[in-house]
């Protein structure tokens, strides 16, 4: 398969040859570089794709969620085309369009404050930052297997709550993190809470309500609300990360599940396919960030309330992921998840996610329960995984090689059913591997 991918996509690798010289590994974004080289895309139009070779594809892939719109959603071009005849690029100053975003943002996902980055990792670094100040307390725990963004993520952050001195508040350094070994594992994440709280140095429990990057596990509700409760009952906020998990309800995944958090983190498709990310809640906590008040942080980012992205945020927002759309939209893909389950049942393909998020696992006995990664960890069939990729290429599917999925509401629902049946006729070729 490796051999004939090689074959089918010259261009692709003379791009490659060509990005290696200037980039590192010919790439800027580490999770999209593939060996043995990236598939190089020139264009995208609705829910599909063409590359430099001029392949197209089914896009399953979503930019990892970001894309929920696709690449040409007619609402968001024409709030781009308006943004640009009648606003102009950043403004360099406050503007009707950050407001009116702030404004559907805090009533859709019962936010009473909120604040502008410009992705879903600094939308978490200022979450955490409001929290340290808030309580006066520098640690954090978090979850194994979650991601909170490119300097926040689990593996680097073990160390046992060091408390380090002269970091300005707004700098997280990852030895304030102590980790839960086991996601959707109370007893554990209580224990964990409990003994960084009793050293004096919680400030807040940070969690994904599904854990997106992970593997697209769903939080059990007991697990979530429990860690709520734990985090609340020792004096620390609770932080729920939605930069992925904000499509899959119309208030998010946590107003479906009864979270209520003390501040919630977003991004992603709520910037209308632009850079964005945004970060909420409590009044009394985001009030750390009033300028008004004396003795408040900065936060500063100079593309925070860019004009783009407000205007086309707000716009898909409100005209074309209305609360109704996002419940059938995820229907939709409750349904496809469920045809990939059937097909997959009894084989070493696993299905996870809910909704439109979907995760697909190749291990060696086809695991039915997947509570956390650690469920997962030494039983992946990596060559599988790579073998799926390549032949679902070939087949006209865009995938991610780690196995994520997330829909585009531009999809077919003919498209869906195709691609479960190119998992199917996949499934029964390879059945002896
Ligand atoms: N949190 C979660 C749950 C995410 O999935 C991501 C992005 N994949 C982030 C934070 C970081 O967002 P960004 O890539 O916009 O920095």
């Known amino acids: 398969a490796e051999a004939r991918f090689v074959a089918n996509n010259p261009l692709s ?27 190089t895309m020139q264009r995208g139009e609705g829910a599909h794709l063409w590359d430099v ?10 930019d990892l969620s970001a894309g929920l719109l696709g690449h040409s959603h007619p609402t968001v071009q024409r709030a ?31 936010l009473a404050r909120v604040r502008f980055t410009t992705s879903g990792t600094e939308a978490n670094l200022h979450a955490l930052a409001a929290a340290r100040r808030f309580t006066g307390k520098r640690g954090g725990v978090v979850f194994a297997g979650g991601y909170h963004g490119g300097v926040l993520r689990d593996g680097a952050a073990l160390g046992g709550g060091a408390v380090v001195d002269g970091l300005p508040d707004n700098t997280v350094d990852k030895r304030d993190f102590v980790v839960v070994r086991r996601y959707n594992d109370l007893a554990m994440a209580r224990r964990v809470i409990e003994a960084v709280a009793a050293r004096g140095e919680l400030a807040a429990v940070l969690v994904e309500a599904m854990q997106g990057a992970g593997g697209v596990i769903p939080g059990r509700s007991e697990f979530l609300l429990g860690v709520r409760a734990a985090a609340r009952e020792n004096g620390a906020l609770f932080i ?9 309800a119309p208030g998010g995944l946590g107003a479906a599940l009864g979270l209520s958090p ?65 419940v059938s939209f995820n229907e939709r893909g409750d349904r496809f998840r469920e045809k990939l389950r059937d097909v997959a049942r009894g084989t070493r393909l696993s299905i996870t996610g809910r909704g439109s998020l979907i995760g697909l696992h190749f291990t060696e006995d086809g695991l039915e329960d997947i509570e956390c990664a650690e469920d997962i960890k030494g039983k992946e069939r990596p060559d599988l995984r790579d073998l799926f990729w390549f032949e679902m290429l070939e087949a006209g599917f865009w995938t991610t090689r780690r196995g994520f999925l997330a829909l585009i509401l531009e999809t077919e629902n003919e498209e869906l059913d195709a691609f479960v049946e190119a998992v199917r006729d996949f499934l029964e070729r390879h059945r002896q591997l």
């Open 53 to 62: 070779d001029g392949h197209k594809y089914v896009d399953l892939a979503g």
């Open 240 to 248: 729920l990360d939605e930069v992925m998990t904000s499509r899959l």
């Open 262 to 326: 003390d501040l919630v983190t977003l991004g992603k498709y709520l910037g209308g396919g632009l850079p964005f990310g945004a970060f909420g809640g409590r009044e009394d906590v985001m009030a750390v960030y009033d300028p008004r008040l004396a003795g408040a942080m900065a936060h500063s980012g100079t593309f925070n309330n860019n004009t783009l992205a407000m205007c086309a945020g707000y716009a898909a927002l409100k005209e074309a992921y209305t609360p109704e759309v996002c």
């Open 13 to 39: 690798q003379a791009q490659h040859n060509l990005a290696v010289a200037s980039l590192p590994g010919g790439n800027t974004r580490t999770l999209l570089h593939t060996a043995p080289f990236p598939i």
């Open 80 to 110: 781009l085309h308006a943004a640009l005849a009648e606003t102009g690029l950043s403004l360099g100053a406050t503007t009707p369009h950050e407001r009116r975003h702030a404004a559907l943002l805090s009533a859709r996902f019962g």
